[in-house]
Each structure stands twice: as C-alpha cells, then as structure tokens.
C-alpha cells in the first residue's frame, strides 16, 4: 500500500511540475471551472428568491440546499481531479495503442490508469465547496451533531467511490470498444441526476427514475446521503441511507473491477 | 540450450469488421455488419537461450509486433503456450514484468511534457529500484548514449534519435533480463542509428541480456544480431544463423571490379554473367562455385584498379525471401544456429 502511495504522490508531483510548467493554463482552467460554478450559484440564489424549500416538507431550505451544493462540488472536485484526466486519456491511450506501455509495467493496471493524472485545476472547485459548506452550516438553525461530523467524510469517501466505480466502468468499455469518445459526456448526463435531491424524484415518472438512480447505478446516493447527514437532522430513515451507501460503494467497487478486469482481458492492442 | 523464451503452437487471430463503401452500405452495416478472422500468428514454435540476440524479421503485417505482444503479456493468444523467463506472459505477474522490458519505436513511454528525469523517477517507484542503484545505471546508461545534457530538457522538444536514446535508458533502468525491441531504429538517421547499434551491442555483450528485435533495417540485424527468425503471413519461415541466410538462399556473388577506363559492355556481356555498368565500375553476377574459375579469365588483359567479391546484400535475400514466401520455407536443423 506504501508503494502505491508513493507512486501516486511521484504521479501528482509529475502533473504539479506539469502545471506549473503552463501556468497560464492551469489559472485558465481555475477560472473556468469556478465561473461555471459561480453560475450555478447564482442560479440557485435565484431560485430561493422564489420559493422557501425544494419540495414541501422536505427540509431542503436554503441553507441545508447549498450545504448539498457543497458536498456535490467537494465530491465531484475530488473525481474530477483524481480520476477523469486519466479515464479521458484511457480513450486516446486504447485507440493509439498507448496502453500497451502500460500493460507490461510490474503495477495493477486498474490503478495506474485511473489515476497517473491528477488535474489539481479542479481541486479549486473543492476549495470553493468547503467554504460554501461553512458558509450553509454557520448560517442554519441547528448545529449537525458530533455523529454527523465523523461520517460526513466517510460518507463523501463513499460518494466518490460509487463516482470512479462509474467512470471505471465506462473506462472499461472504452477498451472493449475501441473507441468511445462520448465518454465523458455521458457521465456527465448520469451524474445530473446526482446534482439534485431525492426528494425530487417523485409521482409516476420520477418514482420508478429514483428507485433505478438508487439501487441499480446508485447515483442518487453519492451527494444525497452525506449531505442529508450534515445538513439536516439524523434521524432514522438517514440511519438505513448510511448503511446503504457504505453497501452500495462496496459493490460498486467490487463489480467495476470484475469488468475492468474482464475489458482487460479482452484487450486487442492498436496495430503498430 | 538454457530457455528463457519457450513458445509452443502459438497462434493469434483477430475479427476484423468489414466496412462497406456508400451511405446505404454504412446504414446496413448499422444491423449487420461482415466480418472476418484474420490469423495474425499460426502456430509458431520456438525457443530462445538466455543470451541470445535475435532478429525478428518479415515484411508489415507478418505477425513481428502480433508475437511481441504476445510475448511481453499485452495480448492473449488464441491458442499456444508460451513461457517466458519461466512465466505465462498474458497472466501478467508483477515477477515476471519486473524482469523483461518493451521498447517501442513508434510509440512514446516517457512523459510528454516533463523531461526524461521525471519519467526516471517514476520508474524507480514503480519497478523499486533501490536509490543506490536506481542512480549507478542511470549515470552508466545516460554516460553510454551520450545523453547527459539531455534528461533535464522536456520530451517534446526533443529530437527522435535523442527521445529514443532515453526510452532506451528509461527500459533498461531496472535491469531486464529480457529486452523486447520494436523497431527501435525506425526514422533514425545513420549516425543515430550507428550510436543504438554500438549501445545494443555494448549492453548486451556485459549483461549478458537476452534480446528480441523486430526491424525492417537489415543493418540493425547485421550490426548485432546472430541469430534471425523470418516471419511472413503468421507462420515462421526461417529460423536460423544470418550467415546460414546468405548460404542457404543466395547461389551467387557479386564481383565489382574498379577499370582505368569506362570498358566495351560487348566485352562484358561476352562473358555470359548479368552484369552492370556504371562508369569505370562494372559489377557482375556469378554463380559462387564457379567464381575460383572465371575470376582469373575476367581479370586477363584488363587494367584492374580494385577488385572485391561479396555476397548478396542481406536485404535483397531477404526481401527475395518474403516474397517468394513458402516457397523459400526452410527450417535449419537446431545445430546450423550460431
């Protein structure tokens, strides 16, 4: 484990010395990525000035809603900083033979290609994140018990581990089919339903949408779960969605690994 | 004979879509779409002792990188056995990894943007190089190619011969006992290519490595190997020693000899060998038994600056050979190997 550890930190100093190699870039990509938040923000703002609560009765208020916007930019910052460069470049890397270099190098190849880049660009989306978590929590009536702090960071651990599982998994298709540039599009388009709470997902259509957002691709869990933990009181049905993320990253984990192994396996390499 | 690389009936075939031409033909192919296997490798056999430097030659599209791939555990084959350094490539123990390495001429393993030190580094981490001798090959290898100056400026901006000296160092970083090469000379010019040889060469010859080579340079093969497994269509076509090539496939050598004077063709064509003539230099075709015979009766009553007899390059016997394909097919006996 100390050897991966390390070979990670070798990884992230060799991107940081990258970085910093094209710094107009790196402040570039900071920019962007915070704007594109910014934005949001203010859409969410905006829609506070209309409404008190996200659905009647749910507790969604204001600042329990923007602690949520917090975890989900905390989660998605850590993904996207630890695991998207590499799973983008998977695709490159299958189609040009790249992986090849890869394959013959003494170190699980799952590891080595989900994580040899490190964009620390998008770590300034987390920044952002745990002040406005800060901000959300100072401002709310009720101060989230000590049970609450100590599982809100396992519980972001399992909200990214059900993230990478999914992006591993697509990874994987990309080396069985040679090609799949739409990649990142379409964990973008899956991981939308993770952008918004639950309770949303009501009535004819989006009962039947919440049960497959939460037990088959559990997507619905990765920001829901912890942010309800820290953001609203811990009551018992929270109790049964603890249990169920720490279940449902488990086996998300375990099941991404089979096929990745699996794509692995099936691996044709790129002519020369 | 010590076997480091043992190969059994190893065989790779591919399914391969065919893609019709036209609009309508892409909308059928949406539903169905032909296809084909392609055998790659067809069963090839053989085995390599420790120490040994071969060539792996044939024309694109044999199966050279198909059984490199096959050998270094990227690909798995459709049929066969195969061990190497005692291991099944395609289970990929970290063992066995940490003891062979890839160099491939046409694709980059050093971190783009970064310079070499980087990638060397990381090496160190992933192959636990101890520090102490992580830095003693290092400065051997960097001291050998003449690279010094070299692997603290980014990748990018460096030239190929220079980029593929330092893929060379970054390769050998962990000590392989095994070193696959594909094609590590191509685009090179003469002088680059010159310094791999006499480093391959070094290298091999002190650590006693065993090497594999694919090349389409008959040059790298001359220059260092011993030993040449000639592959067309999946299927091995000669394995044997370079010089048993020469004798075995060639009935003729070729005699260039150096005039005072541009000389009569009539004269020549007289004498009933093909022969060429460029200026003062006529080169001449003749069958090699009979070479002792005709040499005197050629140089009788002609003023002859130099004189030389060669056999017929490696290249034109080789290409010769691909072409002619089974028809050439040969296997020497284990005891014509060098």
Redesign the interface.
């Known amino acids: 484990m100390d050897?991966y550890l390390?070979?990670f930190l070798?990884?992230a100093r060799?991107c940081l010395?990258?970085d910093m190699?094209?710094r107009a870039n790196f402040v570039l990509e900071c920019l962007t990525s915070m704007g594109w938040m910014s934005m949001n923000l203010a859409f969410y703002l905006l829609v506070f000035q209309f409404t008190p609560e996200i659905g009647k009765g749910t507790g969604w208020t204001r600042e329990p809603f923007f602690a949520f916007v917090a975890t989900g930019l905390i989660i998605n910052s850590i993904v996207q900083a630890l695991f998207m460069p590499s799973a983008e470049e998977l695709t490159e890397m299958v189609r040009?033979?790249?992986l090849?270099?890869v394959?013959?190098?003494?170190?699980d190849?799952q590891f080595l290609l989900s994580m040899h880049r490190v964009d620390f660009s998008s770590f300034a989306n987390g920044i952002v994140g745990v002040g406005l978590l800060g901000w959300a929590l100072s401002r709310m009536d009720h101060a989230p018990p000590a049970a609450a702090w100590l599982l809100y960071p396992l519980l972001i651990l399992c909200g990214v581990a059900i993230l990478y599982s999914l992006v591993i998994m697509l990874a994987a298709a990309t080396i069985l089919l040679g090609r799949n540039q739409s990649l990142y599009d379409f964990w973008f388009y899956l991981t939308n339903f993770s952008r918004y709470p639950a309770e949303i997902y009501a009535g004819p259509w989006g009962g039947p949408l919440r049960a497959l957002c939460t037990f088959v691709i559990p997507i619905l869990l990765v920001v829901n779960v912890p942010a309800r933990v820290i953001a609203l009181p811990l009551e018992g049905q929270a109790w049964g969605l603890v249990w169920l993320v720490v279940t449902a990253a488990i086996v998300s984990l375990v099941v991404s690994r089979i096929v990745f192994q699996t794509a692995l396996?099936k691996?044709?390499?790129a002519?020369? | 004979m010590n076997a480091v690389i043992a190969v059994e009936g190893l065989a790779k075939e591919y399914r391969v879509f065919d893609k019709p031409e036209g609009l309508a033909a892409s909308v059928k192919s949406l539903f169905h779409r032909p296809s084909r296997v392609v055998e790659a490798l067809k069963g090839v056999s053989l085995t390599v002792g420790r120490g040994e430097f071969i060539a792996l030659l044939g024309p694109n599209g044999a199966g050279k990188t198909t059984f490199l791939k096959l050998l270094s555990g990227i690909i798995t084959p459709t049929r066969g056995t195969a061990r190497v350094l005692g291991h099944v490539p395609w289970e990929r123990a970290d063992d066995f990894r940490r003891r062979f390495a890839l160099v491939m001429g046409q694709k980059n393993q050093l971190w783009w943007d970064l310079p070499a030190a980087e990638s060397f580094r990381l090496h160190r981490e992933i192959y636990r190089i101890e520090p102490g001798r992580f830095e003693r090959t290092r400065d051997e290898l960097v001291e050998l190619l003449g690279v010094k100056k070299l692997v603290l400026q980014p990748v990018r901006d460096l030239s190929l011969g220079e980029r593929m000296k330092l893929e060379l160092v970054a390769a050998l970083l962990h000590e392989p006992e095994v070193l696959f090469l594909d094609e590590p000379t191509i685009g090179l010019d003469v002088v680059a290519q010159h310094a791999l040889h006499r480093f391959l060469a070094h290298i091999q010859a002190e650590r006693k490595m065993t090497i594999v080579l694919t090349t389409h340079y008959m040059k790298d093969v001359a220059a260092l190997c011993h030993r040449a497994i000639v592959i067309t269509d999946g299927a091995i076509l000669y394995d044997g020693s370079l010089d048993q090539i020469v004798d075995r496939f060639t009935t003729h050598k070729i005699v260039t000899l150096d005039l005072d004077d541009t000389p009569d063709a009539d004269d020549f064509a007289r004498l009933g060998f093909p022969c060429e003539i460029r200026g003062p230099q006529v080169t001449l075709r003749i069958e090699r038994q009979r070479i002792a015979d005709v040499l005197p009766e050629i140089l009788r009553g002609r003023q002859v600056r130099d004189v030389s007899v060669e056999d017929v390059p490696l290249e034109e016997i080789v290409a010769e050979l691909f072409r002619s394909g089974a028809a050439g097919a040969a296997r020497l006996p284990e005891e014509a190997r060098a």
């Open positions: 050897r390390s070979i070798t990884f060799a010395v990258r190699t094209f040009t033979g790249g090849d270099g394959l013959v190098q003494p170190l190849a396996a691996y044709r390499s002519s020369s």
